[in-house]
């Protein structure tokens, strides 16, 4: 077993709502050289323009690291035939035109009016977890009672995972997004997550399987292989419960700690939409979008990057630009949906629309359900993830 | 590719480059939605312009949202 490098700064989270990258705008006109856990270097774009920059060119900014790049950065040489095996299905690790294929076969699952016809499933199961919350009783930890399970069962019935196996699949994709552990153990978490996607895939190529994954076999069985089929299973589990969870968790406490926001959420059903915005945008949970590579010599903002470069956007930075008015202030009655919560360019998170429906709904439930909500005065009611890919909370005691 | 004349400018569409991320449908619901497969459609509202009145600025808002450049905005 590899020892887990040491987290480099642009990567620690220790604040609640804050960290060293969201500072980072001004070192060298917002572009700060920086190195990953496993000793590359790196160049971490900070400004709201330049990520956007970043984010929309995926023609000089690739999602297609190559193989000796992709090697040092997770600190083992990997053949071709596991990068191979490691970006099958992959969204984030492709280009045009292999993502505009397997693109094109999800965005009509993720469409609004889906997400839509959707909202009565979803709220009938934000209550069913508030119900229980209420009949065991105050304390509570947050995440483990409300914040991570709405999200893993709406997304495992959108998908066609079965609930019981959340066990497994939760402490896999926490563990592939845990930065204090070694590069190699987060692959190896990556690869059984897939594994077990794979063995999904298998059983409903012989039996009637429900979701989009059955959706995905019946539909396109032929045209997919299997690993490319698990590959985007295990994308869209992990993307799917590990987000929302966070945003959820560490977004109660936000408000718990701005009460007069709370107030505006709970009381003002309409200013919810905006408050999720705004809420996206202030927690910024994705420390960096998926790395991306320079295809050619580029110029960004005043620096000069030459081609085969790691390039890193980082996306709560650019959420609180100082250009903004008033970056650090949360504000929920800002409305603005213009943040970078969800990338940008191609690779725009696919479930956005989920994951918005699933907060206009939680949120004002639980702040309804229990209008007196607050921490529990408990030693420690909250413990952060300080190093994880998706910054939030590992729990959060809360009473009422 | 299609473009739409405007007062202020020209709303121009490229389902080609479209990803589906609906922001669009977000913020200028009167003006664009979804086709069943995800990509963008604009809504024909009695040979309007889609790029002009009231919807002007929530057009241009999208244009400026869009993530995949499938919706720009020309002067």
Redesign the interface.
């Known amino acids: 077993m590899t020892e887990a490098p040491a987290l480099p700064w642009y990567l620690r989270r220790e604040g609640e709502f804050d960290s060293a990258a969201l500072r980072a705008h001004d070192q060298d006109g917002g572009i700060a050289r920086v190195t990953t856990p496993n000793g590359v270097e790196a160049w971490l774009v900070t400004r709201l323009a330049d990520v956007r920059e970043v984010l929309a060119d995926a023609h000089r900014f690739s999602n297609v690291i190559p193989l000796p790049l992709a090697s040092r950065i997770q600190g083992q040489e990997l053949t071709p035939a596991q990068l191979r095996l490691n970006r099958a299905g992959n969204l984030l690790s492709a280009d045009p035109p292999d993502h505009t294929r397997l693109r094109r076969l999800l965005t009509p699952f993720f469409t609004v009016r889906r997400m839509r016809r959707l909202e009565p499933r979803i709220a009938e199961i934000v209550t069913a977890h508030l119900d229980a919350m209420e009949r065991s009783g105050p304390p509570v930890d947050l995440v483990e009672a409300f914040a991570l399970p709405v999200p893993s069962l709406v997304i495992c019935e959108l998908l066609g995972v079965p609930y019981d196996d959340r066990g497994d699949f939760q402490r896999l994709a926490n563990r592939l997004l845990d930065l204090s552990l070694a590069p190699r153990e987060r692959s190896q978490a990556f690869l059984d997550s897939r594994a077990y996607l794979g063995t999904l895939v298998d059983r409903a190529r012989v039996e009637p399987w429900p979701g989009i994954l059955g959706d995905l076999v019946r539909e396109h069985g032929d045209d997919l292989s299997r690993e490319e089929l698990a590959g985007i299973g295990n994308l869209l589990l992990i993307a799917g419960h590990e987000t929302t969870a966070n945003m959820l968790g560490l977004g109660t406490l936000a408000l718990l700690r701005h009460p007069e926001q709370l107030r505006l959420v709970r009381d003002h059903p309409e200013r919810v939409e905006a408050a999720v915005e705004e809420l996206l945008r202030w927690l910024g949970i994705v420390t960096t979008a998926f790395s991306r590579v320079t295809t050619e010599p580029v110029v960004l903002g005043e620096q000069s990057i030459p081609a085969g470069e790691l390039v890193l956007a980082c996306l709560p930075a650019a959420n609180r630009d100082p250009d903004l008015p008033h970056p650090d202030v949360l504000d929920v009655t800002r409305g603005a949906i213009g943040h970078l919560a969800f990338g940008h360019g191609l690779h725009h998170c696919l479930g956005a629309p989920l994951a918005r429906m699933e907060m206009r709904l939680a949120f004002p439930a639980l702040l309804r359900r229990f209008p007196d909500l607050h921490l529990a005065e408990t030693e420690a009611p909250v413990v952060l993830r300080t190093a994880s890919v998706v910054h939030g909370v590992t729990s959060l005691l809360v009473a009422w | 590719m299609r473009g739409v004349s405007g007062h202020v400018g020209q709303l121009v569409v490229d389902r080609d480059l479209c990803?589906?991320?609906?922001?669009c449908?977000?913020?200028a619901p009167d003006v664009f939605d979804?086709d069943?497969?995800?990509?963008v459609v604009v809504l024909a509202r009695d040979g309007a312009d889609p790029g002009a009145g009231p919807h002007t600025d929530a057009v241009r808002?999208a244009t400026?949202?869009c993530?995949?450049?499938a919706l720009t905005w020309q002067e």
Do not use: F, H
């Open positions: 990803i589906g991320a609906g922001l449908v977000l913020t979804q069943d497969d995800g990509l808002e400026r949202r993530p995949s450049g």
